[in-house]
């Protein structure tokens, strides 16, 4: 027989033990995978720690002026500004967040994320930064948050929600610790609309369409959802630099990228919002 614990969210969902269990150890392997992709150097970056696809539209020349690109997006779409109290779900090394203190004059900003070594690297930057008042780095994962109901103005996760076990159970931890009249933004990838695809830095379980995303949102309360593509400033741009940068050492080399191209053809890419209601 299955132990029960203690619900931990407002939506009243039972969490069993092995569910926990269950997504302990995916979060762990999840971990060592990005890790490993550190250590063989998989990020094209130069001089910043974005560790997203990035954001080509506007004459952007490399990984590290896209990624800032999709930042910008992402906070434009979320019309962040400083009165917010912003939480950021998977931050990674918290790139993002130092990006939105600066340009948007964002006040405070909480960022999760599960990997312990990049929390740490995220505190230092945000140290020698002077920036360690305004932003709070903390190992939580964004499916089990323990943060008090309606603490934050701004739910935001950039290309991290994609990730996580699952999606939907963030989308109900995200409308929990959201203020009435808060917002959820989201930059995430999804499959084109009647398409099946694997994508290494994707659950499975999350590989959903458009529609079946938007439903998911409001089934967990939220209203006003917007689903928009930006694939064609996305995905091919991305996989074009990558092309452009890499080098062809042996056949698997070339295998990765025909495998990379053929699953890029049946991956969209979007930019997400959705509100909470104010009652």
Not at 140 to 160: C, G, I, Q
């Amino acid at each position: 027989m299955v132990q029960k614990i203690e619900p931990t969210t407002e939506a009243g969902q039972e969490i069993t033990l092995v569910q926990i269990q269950g997504r302990k150890k995916y979060e762990t392997r999840l971990v060592e995978q990005h890790q490993h992709r550190l250590r063989n150097n998989r990020y094209p970056i130069s001089y910043t720690r974005y560790m997203n696809m990035g954001y080509w539209k506007g004459g952007a020349q490399t990984h590290d002026e896209a990624g800032e690109g999709l930042a910008r997006l992402v906070g434009e779409a979320g019309q962040f500004s400083s009165s917010d109290y912003i939480l950021d779900a998977g931050c990674g090394f918290a790139e993002q967040d130092l990006f939105w203190i600066g340009y948007f004059g964002v006040e405070r900003i909480t960022a999760i994320d599960i990997d312990s070594d990049a929390i740490n690297v995220a505190r230092d930057r945000a140290r020698e930064s002077g920036l360690s008042d305004r932003l709070k780095l903390k190992v939580v994962s964004a499916v089990e948050m323990p943060f008090s109901d309606r603490t934050y103005d701004k739910v935001v996760a950039l290309e991290s929600a994609v990730q996580f076990m699952r999606r939907e159970d963030f989308f109900h931890e995200a409308h929990r610790v959201l203020r009435a009249g808060g917002l959820l933004v989201a930059a995430d990838m999804i499959p084109r609309q009647g398409r099946q695809v694997r994508h290494p830095a994707a659950n499975p379980v999350n590989m959903y369409s458009g529609d079946v995303y938007a439903r998911k949102l409001e089934l967990a309360g939220f209203t006003n959802v917007c689903v928009t593509s930006i694939r064609q400033h996305v995905i091919k741009p991305f996989n074009r630099y990558l092309e452009r940068h890499e080098k062809v050492r042996s056949l698997r080399t070339l295998y990765n990228r025909i495998v990379r191209r053929y699953t890029s053809s049946s991956l969209d890419y979007i930019i997400v919002t959705a509100d909470k209601p104010h009652k």
